[in-house]
């Protein structure tokens, strides 16, 4: 590893890109990975067909190149969202990360501030390096809540170009409040910041959780960020999407490659679309065993957070990571996310979460 550094090194790479590391988690081969959030359930066997069915009709025409403004899909994921959304409305890439991306690319970049409130997605200041934005944090409170006065503080402190609230959050997995998002955005008014409420969980949230997606009329500045990788089982797929003002996606179009989605991906992601219920019927299923997880880890008593996403964040351990090697030497991989005291786990299946449960009570 070490030998790698060196070698990377030598090579004239930007000075903001030195000493960093590339975003990933452990990838091991165990019966039961509960460590990266995915959706564990694999696609009902009628929309795999469909899947395929749709694929090997675009096959015939891959010599040729895919429809450059995904025109059906966005009809689609604008149907699919409504809130009176239209085809106008959308924009689509290669998962929410180069959706993110693209948007840094198009209103971030030097001279330019992006701000978070961390713990949250850890891929944030690393697509702000890549873009050569400067990152700027303001922390959370003791239970990893934000409030509107506290957001919109930073944002007048920070000047910040733009604000990534993610919601709800990873990997604490609560969702904030819509009085959060109003305040971002009235306090980003002097600095013209664009604001984005990164939803990439939204359909796992409790009933009443209030999406962005309700704000958006009347506020060109606002992005909400979504993703099929989680409810939608296609995180092999990589497609992400977001709805904002129709000049959103008119500055996107600017940055974007040519014929950034592939025919494929699109014909994929029409035919999931096609299929949502039998979809989100197993988002039912994933919410009941992160209820599960819940009340379970807090009889144990462990602190495990509210949790509006498909994974649950808890603390109270003297020892995370031997809880984590113990999981793992049983053949069950969670997520240790760095913060004192505190793991991560998917809601898998039934099974899984089972699984998870007594090795993790015999631990203990």
């Not at 090579?11 to 890109?17: D, K, Y």
């Not at 690319?105 to 702000?128: K, N, V, W």
């Not at 990439?200 to 949230?205: D, G, I, L, N, P």
Request: charged share 20%; proline share 5%.
């Amino acid at each position: 590893m070490n030998d790698q550094l060196d070698l990377l090194n030598r090579l004239p790479l930007r000075n903001n890109l030195r000493g960093l590391t590339p975003y990933g988690a452990p990838q091991l081969d165990v019966p039961v990975l509960l460590n990266v959030n995915e959706n564990t359930h694999g696609l009902p066997h009628e929309v795999a067909d469909a899947i395929a069915a749709r694929v090997q009709s675009a096959v015939a025409g891959l010599n040729r190149y895919p429809d450059r403004e995904f025109t059906e899909l966005r009809e689609a994921l604008a149907k699919y969202l409504g809130h009176g959304l239209s085809a106008g409305n959308m924009w689509a890439a290669n998962g929410s990360n180069e959706v993110l991306q693209q948007i840094l690319q198009a209103f971030g970049g030097p001279g330019r501030r992006l701000l978070s409130f961390p713990p949250t997605y850890s891929m944030y200041p690393l697509l702000a390096s890549g873009t050569d934005t400067e990152y700027v944090t303001a922390r959370r409170g003791a239970d990893f809540g934000l409030t509107a006065g506290q957001a919109a503080k930073a944002v007048r402190d920070t000047a910040a170009n733009i604000v990534v609230l993610c919601s709800p959050n990873n990997p604490t997995g609560t969702a904030l409040g819509l009085d959060v998002v109003e305040a971002v955005y009235e306090a980003g008014e002097a600095s013209q910041a664009i604001v984005i409420v990164d939803e990439a969980y939204a359909e796992f949230a409790h009933v009443g959780t209030d999406s962005a997606l309700t704000l958006l009329p009347g506020r060109e500045r606002l992005i909400v960020s979504r993703t099929m990788s989680k409810a939608f089982a296609l995180a092999g797929a990589r497609v992400g999407y977001l709805a904002a003002a129709p000049q959103i996606a008119d500055a996107l179009r600017l940055v974007r490659l040519p014929y950034h989605l592939s025919a494929v991906t699109q014909a994929t992601a029409l035919a999931a679309l096609d299929h949502a219920d039998a979809l989100l019927a197993n988002v039912e299923e994933i919410k009941g065993q992160r209820d599960r997880i819940v009340s379970e880890l807090a009889s144990l008593g462990l602190q495990p957070a509210p949790s509006d996403s498909n994974f649950v964040f808890f603390g109270g351990l003297k020892d995370p990571h031997k809880v984590w090697q113990g999981l793992l030497d049983a053949g069950v991989l969670i997520r240790d996310v760095g913060i004192a005291g505190h793991l991560r786990v998917t809601a898998g299946t039934e099974a899984e979460t089972t699984a998870f449960l007594d090795r993790l009570r015999e631990l203990l």
